[in-house]
């Protein structure tokens, strides 16, 4: 077994990609490009070969958030198997289930490939936080956390390209025609089962890589392997939840906006999507190094000071290309939610990284099962008034960011309603 600080494994990568950190980097963009591709092709997949309604999606969504909620569930796994082979199993689960999607255009069956799916993206995702944590060191995890997220853009562009270049011949003709102009050039047209299967196959084949190219990394500290809340965390779980409440606005109204108020189409969107993939690309190591400088509180203001703007912006616009822009903005936000992984690993006992991501999946996917629907019938009425809401709850987690010290530790893990039970007396700045 290699130490953790091994960063010489393997030798035939480049050194970017050896050790931990380079291994984490490889998963998170086979991660992506199973995730972005299955969703990518899902609507038109189930309503062209699966002839599905509104009734069959809505319990296809619900299904896929299954998993997030039963994110604790892997700390009973780890008795028995290592967090590192626990993340590539999930990996290889995520690329099964959408390998196989294709294949199986019924009801049921569906069911059962987004289930597979999801349990391998959630359980990833859990492990992937908590290993990320453990090897990493305090100052690290934010270029770590920017890193990956780095190449899961460049994983999700890539799926997203290899889509849009194979699944109508007439891709260019479309593409010229924005500008007016026209051209003769065809391309592949694949279709729906060799694209699940291509995104799933290129999962797996990642996942088995890994598992012979890398050897097992240890961790400093044995993991706690019991499930557990702790006072002194309450803030982390606040903005865990927080964070899940503000994903559902952007994921679900902030698209459902630009379809419904000013006609955007599917390439439209996609094309608003790819835009905010190169930014990530781009500025995502830059989001890291601010992290690192500035500290947590800050960024987390930052963040949730612009998202008021953002959500207001939404309740407001009467432009499309105002809306495009507040909607690429928007995403870019996401960005700076790293700062609540590594605020954590500040304040958190080492042995406590595995547990606590578990558990904080589920929190965060706590906001998943009421916000769209409640957040519907008020559509329903005014569609401003979602994005208020929204602005409101950016409010309230803007007062918790600045609950966050400025050198969080543990024993200092707020600047007010510090915990009796905090392990150490240092003060609250």
Not at 121 to 132: A, D, G, I, K, R
Not at 205 to 226: D, E, I, L, M, N
Request: net charge positive; with cysteine; aromatic share 14%.
């Amino acid at each position: 077994m290699r130490s953790v600080h091994d960063d010489h494994a393997p030798r035939f990568l480049p050194a970017f990609l050896r050790g931990p950190e380079g291994m984490l980097v490889i998963m998170a963009m086979a991660m992506a490009v199973s995730m972005h591709g299955w969703f990518a092709l899902l609507n038109n997949f189930v309503i062209e070969r699966a002839d599905f309604t509104g009734r069959e999606i809505g319990f296809l969504q619900s299904i896929r958030e299954i998993p997030g909620f039963l994110s604790f569930c892997a700390i009973f796994l780890l008795p028995f198997i290592r967090e590192q082979n626990l993340a590539l199993l999930s990996l290889l689960a995520l690329g099964v289930g959408t390998a196989l999607t294709g294949f199986f255009p019924t009801e049921y069956a569906l069911y059962a490939t987004t289930f597979l799916m999801s349990m391998g993206f959630h359980y990833y995702e859990t492990m992937n936080q908590s290993l990320t944590l453990q090897w990493s060191s305090k100052e690290r995890a934010p270029h770590v956390f920017a890193r990956q997220l780095r190449a899961s853009s460049i994983g999700t562009l890539a799926i997203f390209v290899v889509i849009i270049l194979t699944f109508n011949q007439d891709v260019f003709d479309r593409i010229a025609g924005w500008f007016g102009a026209t051209t003769s050039i065809r391309t592949i047209s694949l279709g729906f089962e060799p694209l699940y299967l291509i995104a799933g196959i290129f999962t797996i084949a990642v996942g088995v890589f890994c598992h012979f190219a890398y050897p097992r990394f240890s961790a400093p500290h044995v993991q706690t392997k019991t499930l557990f809340l702790r006072r002194r965390y309450w803030l982390y779980y606040a903005l865990t939840f927080m964070g899940g409440a503000r994903r559902q606005i952007f994921m679900v109204f902030a698209g459902f906006m630009m379809v419904e108020k000013f006609g955007y189409d599917a390439t439209a969107i996609t094309l608003l999507y790819l835009i905010n993939l190169i930014a990530n690309i781009y500025i995502a190591p830059y989001i890291g190094k601010f992290i690192a400088r500035l500290g947590e509180r800050t960024a987390l203001v930052f963040e949730y000071i612009g998202l008021i703007g953002v959500f207001i912006g939404y309740a407001l616009v009467e432009d499309h290309m105002t809306a495009a822009a507040l909607y690429v903005i928007d995403h870019l936000f996401f960005a700076f939610s790293i700062a609540i992984k590594t605020y954590f690993h500040k304040i958190a006992d080492p042995k406590d990284m595995a547990s606590t991501a578990g558990v904080s999946f589920t929190i965060n996917h706590i906001a998943a099962v009421g916000i769209p629907a409640a957040f519907g019938f008020i559509w329903l009425k005014d569609p401003g008034a979602v994005f208020f809401i929204g602005a409101g709850m950016a409010l309230i987690s803007l007062i918790l960011a600045l609950n966050v010290p400025r050198h969080p530790r543990p024993g200092n893990e707020v600047t007010v309603g510090r915990s009796p039970n905090a392990p150490s007396a240092a003060p609250a700045e």
